[in-house]
């Protein structure tokens, strides 16, 4: 009778281990889980948010972590050290124009908001430079 260590028990049946199918599991989740899917947001229309004010005002209290997020708001929020620190490399194109646009709203709309949001990502003013390079090239209307 041929003797497989962890894999046959004494009857001879195949089993394994919970502890090896969830470590098994595990590593093919993720292997094969790609980085951040900002695909979704693709067709977003961030006019909605930047043309209404009370829109404009709920994303910056969650972007400040003192107000509900929505899903969407809640991935900005997530996104946002990246887009200020590193002009948003993992974002696509469009994915930049949307994060600059709503940031140029929040600075020009609400700028006493814009600073409390800066403060919190870039309290150093390290990243200021990148912030106006992001704006200045992404943040027009299309």
């Known amino acids: 009778m041929k003797h497989h260590i962890g894999l046959v028990d004494k009857h001879g049946s195949q089993r394994i281990t919970m502890k090896l199918l969830v470590a098994l599991a595990l590593v093919a989740f993720v292997a094969a889980r790609p980085g951040e899917d900002y695909s979704r947001y693709e067709n977003f229309n961030v006019d909605e948010i930047i043309e209404n004010d009370r829109f404009l005002g709920s994303y910056v209290k ?58 919190i990502h870039n309290p150093e003013g390290k990243y200021d430079e990148n912030i106006k390079k992001l704006v200045d090239v992404y943040g027009k209307k299309q």
């Open 62 to 119: 969650c972007f400040q972590g003192v107000g509900k997020c929505t899903p969407e708001a809640a991935d900005f929020k997530k996104w946002m050290p990246d887009a200020l620190q590193t002009d948003c490399s993992l974002c696509s194109e469009h994915q930049k124009m949307l994060i600059a646009r709503v940031i140029k709203a929040i600075i020009e709309k609400i700028p006493e908001d814009w600073e409390k949001l800066n403060k």
